[in-house]
């Protein structure tokens, strides 16, 4: 099993950048795909970005392509998120997630964090 707890969500302007963290229990982290996933109010789920355990193959979806960047950090245990050029769009409570195999389905992702609120004003 694997814990998750996200971190370095918050306020910023159209424009603007963030940077989310989300650190994971368990000596396996590595073994695992992490992704983010996001949920804006009244909406369903919404896959963000993925990366594999083993090469750090990475894969994001079209509407975060070019402006965001996942990466993770095995040493640390870490997963990051970097936001850049934001819009109001991007407004959500963003979670990471961990799966067994490579895959962008939030269904397959069998571990989530709580989740970290990212504000985008106009």
């Known amino acids: 099993q694997v814990q998750l707890v996200e971190s370095g969500g918050g306020l910023v302007q159209t424009g603007g950048s963030l940077r989310l963290s989300c650190a994971a229990s368990?000596?396996?982290?590595?073994?695992?795909?992490m992704g983010w996933f996001r949920q804006a109010p009244g909406k369903e789920s919404e896959f963000v970005a993925a990366?594999?355990?083993?090469?750090?193959?990475?894969y994001a979806a079209n509407s975060v392509k070019g402006r965001f960047t996942i990466s993770r950090d095995n040493a640390k245990n870490m997963l990051y998120l970097q936001m850049n050029s934001l819009k109001p769009a991007d407004t959500a409570v963003y979670y990471c997630a961990a799966s067994n195999f490579f895959t962008t389905t939030t269904k397959n992702y069998a571990y989530w964090g709580q989740g970290t609120q990212v504000t985008v004003s106009s």
């Open positions: 368990g000596r396996t982290f590595s073994s695992y795909t």
């Open positions: 990366i594999s355990g083993g090469d750090g193959s990475t």
